[in-house]
Each structure stands twice: as structure tokens, then as C-alpha cells.
């Protein structure tokens, strides 16, 4: 298949106005005839819903949870950025355009990345009017703080907790829209395949987690906005249940997955602490703003702080080394995550890691509490702080906090064009789960901005096109394709219930999260990849043949559930290998050791590796398919990535 990315013509800062005018209409009284399935409540599925409700259309939107609100966008902690300029610091769309598309170290799409910068403004002022009780300066107006990547400070924040405001905002537009009949809510259903009708999605089956129950929805569209893969590694920031079902099943009914194997690292996390850990946690990036990151300056000290023998506070300062503001001046401790990672692994690879393990570098407080005072401190991260005393027991008012990077976001996710269509015609994908904003790295604060300029102020405008073109009248589940669909889902929850061997689904998604952490994490080489690979088709076999699922399909079954989705991120697993492997590069968060700079930099290959790897399902057990989108930049010229 050509993949035609649909990006407008004309100047760049043109494109989205025009297209807008150019994209067909649905009037009033017809979009009353359609229905959209939205797949996901978190603040792209959230925003998605509320605005294709508040249109016109009519919505069913679906979560496994209880609630729209425990959506993982709750999670998000240190911002949302938009090129406002309040600071009056130089900002403007470009610059936000231009850090963006750097930071992404240039295998992003250039025409949709500006869309994104242009709409971040409007995401603002949307979340303001619905209430969103952003933090603000003396004189009223909104503040801002910086972030990794960008020299500019854009980033809006509601103190340590910006993800849980901006998704009440969204659930309380939501649920004006449920009130008013436009939207239908299923909760506890969790979707497990896409229905195609004469090659076009025309619904979803879902499983009732209570009941158990086979569900078939039916839809003139479906919107997928189910969130990233980063639990294919086990221990990663996301919660628990966040997973790649929902992607995958569609990827199987031939939505071409894009750029797998960009997985970003988030460099401020909580450091593992044992083999109990279900979840790591995160520590927002907004920290780094009066951290500052360091490690002791030998090995020897290092080595006398992992014994007990003396505290970071015995430490003098010339015998401190803060590695980021030393290798990075101009940027210094908010360099991109995906830098500030490798550079904490090289620090603790070199012996001078610390904390019990030696996996884990320092994030200091120390000078900011001495120049401004810990209440000031407390004003601006107090819940943060709190939430580290309480999982550490240790004061970062006192001790600087210990930090080490682990899985955070996925880059890669559904192949989208600019109209947020997969390949799968009707079939859109909006926020994590597509590819389309980030590259190979995510600056961070971006995450919300793209779910909620996806949910806001593109998926409304660009699927009245497709519906224009579609006869509004209704679709019946008594199609032969959601039967069939139904079936297909049945049989393979019998298949999970009936293999009845001797280990659990958390067995299998360990020995998976360890395989791509030690392979497919940080660092990458071809040789570790072929290993992982022959690893993951082992441990496929061993999972059809000895997994255990208690209980039934007829009733709650967490067991259940988690078998199916360790399934999945078993074959993903293995693609995400695959497009490791055929990336011979290093760029952003994929940084294979073959390929870097002598000052241990990414070392990209744009003459051969300046595109989106598009990966087509070609049957189960058989190699995927790699399809390319070329990437062209007419705006930005391809440089190598510095941040000195």
C-alpha cells in the first residue's frame, strides 16, 4: 500500500486553515444520523467524545474502568505546553514547532507537528473557560515553568497534578454530554477486536469485565484513543492496566503499526526496589526546573555511599559531579529525556551510581531551598515531594531524591495521515496510540497537548470528511462481519481457558519486560536484538502451551484479561524487536550502540532512515511487512541534534 500522509500543499503555516476549509462538511441535521464509537476516556478519548457530541453526532464511548476519570492521563504531572509566549521570552508556534521536531531528533511528519504547535494555544484557553485551575502569577495572569528540551518556558501546570485537572475538565464536558442522551457511556467494557464491513470499520466487539459477557457495538466510525504500549516492558510509569490490546487487534485487522521500537525512557523515576514492583513511579520532568542532577565525582565515594559509610550531604561540592550541566551547558539539566537517560545510565555503567544498588543518580534541592526557602519550594512541588517521602521515607527537603530513568511513553503506535485515519478506512487513532506527533523522542508536556489538541481540534474537523462521504443510514450489528468478528474473540478466549498449564500471565510478562529492558531499552546492538528475538519466539511457544488462566470466561476475571493482553505484548514485543533491528541508526529513544557520535551522541542515518517504518500483519506467525513513509523537511534543516 502507498501511504499517502494527505498533508496539505502550501506553506506550512497555511496548511491547517486551508485544509480545514477544503475538508467536507456534515451538516447539523445530518450528523444527528451518525454514530462514532470513541474507544478510550482519557483526554484524547475524552475530548474526542465530548466535542463529536456537542456537534451533533452521537457517541458511544467505551472504558474499562469505572469511570472516564481513571483514565492514565490522571497521571501526568508537570504540564502542558503552548506557544502562548506570556513570558514574552522569544516563544512563538514555530519555536514550539521547531523544539518539537528536534527533540524528535527529525522522524516526525513536519506538516502535522505544526498543526499541534498552532492548536496548542487553543487547548488553553478551552481548559481555562472549563475551569482547569492552572497556577497563575501575582498579576493574574497564567504562569509558566520550562521543560526538557526547549529554552523557552511554555509550560501551563496546575501545580504537581496538570494530567488530573485538564481530564476533569474533560470529564465534566463529558458528562454534560452524557446527561444529554449524545453520549452513551459503557464502562467496564473492554474492546478486544475491530469489526470490518466492505473493508471499512463499522464497529467494535467488546468483553463486559463484570458479566464476561461477548458484546458487538456497531458505528458509522470508530475512534481509537486507548493510550501506549510501555507495559510491554512490565515494570514502565504507566498504570497497570494500561495495555496494547486495543491497537493490536486493530493492527491484526490491517492497520499498519508505525515505529515500534521508539520507546521513550524518562529519566526522573523512582528507582526499582525489588523484585515485588508491579509499577514504577514517576517523578515529573517539572523538577528539573530547581533540581539539579548529579553524581558523586569518583567511584570511591560512590562505593562509600552505596555502603552506608556517609550521606549526599557529606559530600563536598567539588567533589560532586553534575554531569548534565557540564556536558550541557546551554541546556544544562532540562536537555530532552531521552538525553538526560543515557547520560544518568553512563554515570551509574562508570561505577558512580547510587542508592543501594548503584542504579540511581541524585536530583538536588538543596540550592533552591537555600535561595528561596522550602515553603516557596512546597508552593510550587509540595505534592510531589510529599508523594517521594511517602514511597521512599526519605525527606527531599533534606536528602536529595534518587532518580534513575525507566519506560515512560511510546512514540510509535498506529500509522495515522493527517486526518488521524489509520489505514483501516474509518478507523482513526488520536493521542498515544498513534505516531504521528512525536519522532523518535516526546519533549516533555507534550503528551497532554497532543491527546487534547487530537480530542479538541482535530478528530472533529477531520472525520466530518470521511462521514460526508458515508450514508448516514444506520448500521446494523446483524452484519455476517460482527459475528464473525464475535466468534473470533470467543474461540480465543476458550483457547486462554483451556491451555490449563502451570504458569500465571505475570509469570510470562516478566520474563518479557526483563528481555526488552536488557535488549530493547536504553541501548540497543544488533546482536542483543537477534537474541531477544530468538528469546520472545521461545517464550511464545512456552505461553501457548503452559499459561494457566483460572476461572471462566462467564464471569470478572482479571486472569483473563491479563492473558489476553500479555498475548499481545508478546508479539508486539517481537516487532518492536524487529523495527530495532532494521533500524540501523541511532535517533532520539532508539540509540543502537553501533551507531554514535565519539562524544557517545545518537548518530542518525537520514540518507537511509529519514521515514516512518510502517509495519503491515501479513497472518499469524508470519514476518510483517515493512512499508515506508518518506519524510521531507522543507522547514527545518536536518542537523545533528545538540543541546551543548
Known amino acids: 500500500m502507498l ?246 487487534r486493530a493492527h491484526k485487522k490491517g492497520a499498519y503499526f508505525a515505529n515500534p521500537c521508539f520507546t521513550q525512557i524518562h529519566p526522573t523515576c523512582i528507582p526499582v526496589s ?33 555502603k552506608g559509610e556517609i550521606t549526599a550531604t557529606d559530600i563536598k561540592e567539588d567533589d560532586r559531579d553534575y554531569f548534565l550541566e557540564r556536558k550541557y551547558p546551554a541546556f544544562g539539566n532540562l ?10 545510565k553512563l554515570m551509574c555503567d562508570e561505577g558512580r551510581g547510587v542508592g543501594s544498588t548503584g542504579l540511581a543518580v541524585y536530583l538536588d534541592f538543596s540550592d533552591i531551598i537555600k535561595r528561596t526557602g522550602a515553603e516557596a519550594v512546597s508552593q510550587k512541588y509540595g505534592n510531589l515531594f510529599a508523594m517521594y517521602e511517602k514511597i521512599t521515607d526519605e525527606d527531599p527537603y533534606k536528602l536529595p531524591m534518587r532518580i534513575y530513568p525507566a519506560v515512560h511513553y511510546t512514540m510509535g503506535g498506529l500509522w495515522v495521515d493527517y486526518n488521524l485515519q489509520t489505514t483501516v478506512p474509518g478507523l482513526y487513532a488520536t493521542g498515544e496510540c498513534n505516531f504521528s506527533d512525536h519522532g523518535a523522542n516526546r519533549l516533555g508536556a507534550s503528551a497532554l497537548m497532543q491527546g487534547l489538541a487530537d480530542g479538541y481540534f482535530v478528530i472533529p474537523y477531520t472525520i466530518g470528511d470521511y462521514l460526508a462521504n458515508t450514508p448516514p443510514k444506520p448500521v446494523s450489528t446483524d452484519h455476517p462481519a460482527f459475528a464473525e468478528a464475535k466468534a473470533g474473540v470467543q474461540a480465543r478466549t476458550e483457547q486462554l481457558l483451556n491451555i490449563k498449564g502451570n504458569r500465571t500471565p505475570d509469570d510470562f510478562h516478566k520474563i518479557l519486560g526483563h528481555i526488552m529492558w536488557e535488549y530493547c531499552g536504553m541501548a540497543r546492538s544488533a546482536e542483543g536484538l537477534r537474541k531477544a528475538k530468538g528469546m ?25 484479561e491479563k492473558a489476553g493482553r500479555v498475548a499481545d505484548f508478546i508479539e508486539l514485543g517481537e516487532l518492536m524487536v524487529d523495527d530495532a533491528l532494521n533500524r540501523n541508526e541511532s535517533c532520539g529513544g532508539h540509540f543502537r550502540e553501533e551507531y554514535q557520535t565519539p562524544e557517545g ?44
Open 3 to 248: 501511504l499517502e500522509s494527505k498533508a496539505p500543499e502550501g506553506p506550512l503555516a497555511e496548511k491547517w486553515e486551508k485544509h480545514k476549509f477544503n475538508v467536507k462538511l456534515v451538516n447539523p441535521a445530518n450528523k444527528r444520523k451518525y454514530d462514532v464509537i470513541v474507544v478510550g476516556t482519557g483526554l484524547a478519548g475524552g475530548a474526542a467524545a465530548a466535542s463529536l457530541a456537542e456537534l451533533g453526532y452521537n457517541v458511544k464511548a467505551f472504558t474499562y474502568h469505572d469511570s472516564p476519570r481513571r483514565a492514565h492521563s490522571i497521571a501526568a504531572q508537570g504540564g502542558i505546553n503552548a506557544a502562548k509566549n506570556y513570558q514574552n521570552d522569544g516563544d512563538s508556534v514555530f519555536r514550539l514547532f521547531y523544539d518539537t521536531i528536534k527533540g524528535g531528533d527529525y522522524r516526525a511528519r513536519e506538516a502535522n507537528v505544526y498543526r499541534l504547535a498552532q492548536v496548542s494555544v487553543n487547548i488553553i484557553d478551552q481548559c481555562v473557560a472549563q475551569g482547569v485551575p492552572f497556577a497563575r502569577e501575582y498579576g493574574g495572569l497564567l504562569a509558566n515553568r520550562s521543560f526538557g528540551g526547549a529554552q523557552v518556558s511554555r509550560t501551563f501546570y496546575a501545580r504537581g497534578q496538570t494530567g488530573q485537572q485538564l481530564l476533569l475538565g474533560a470529564y465534566s464536558a463529558l458528562s454534560r454530554q452524557i446527561a444529554y442522551g449524545k453520549v452513551k457511556m459503557y464502562t467496564r467494557s473492554e474492546m478486544l477486536d475491530v469489526v470490518i464491513v466492505d473493508g471499512q470499520a463499522r464497529g467494535i466487539v467488546t468483553r463486559n469485565t463484570i458479566t464476561g459477557e461477548i458484546e458487538t457495538h456497531s458505528a458509522h466510525a470508530v475512534v481509537l484513543a486507548t493510550g501506549g504500549y510501555g507495559n510491554v516492558f512490565y515494570l514502565s510509569t504507566n498504570a497497570m492496566y494500561c495495555n496494547v490490546t486495543a491497537a493490536w
Open 274 to 306: 525489588g523484585d515485588y514492583q508491579s509499577k514504577l513511579t514517576l517523578m515529573s520532568e517539572s523538577l528539573r526546573n530547581d533540581g539539579r542532577v548529579w553524581v558523586p565525582a569518583t567511584k570511591e565515594i560512590a562505593e562509600r555511599l552505596r
Open 335 to 344: 536537555v530532552p529525556r531521552d538525553v538526560a537517560s543515557r547520560n544518568a
Open 536 to 560: 520472545i519466539q521461545t517464550l511464545k511457544k512456552e505461553f501457548w502451551s503452559d499459561v494457566r488462566v483460572v476461572g471462566s470466561g462467564e464471569e470478572m476475571n482479571q486472569a483473563l
Open 601 to 644: 551522541e545518537a548518530l542518525r542515518d537520514d540518507d537511509n532512515y529519514a521515514y516512518v517504518a510502517a509495519w503491515e500483519y501479513m497472518g499469524d506467525n508470519q514476518p510483517e511487512k515493512l512499508n515506508k513513509e518518506e519524510l521531507t523537511f522543507e522547514n527545518v534543516k536536518l542537523t545533528q541534534r545538540s543541546y551543548k
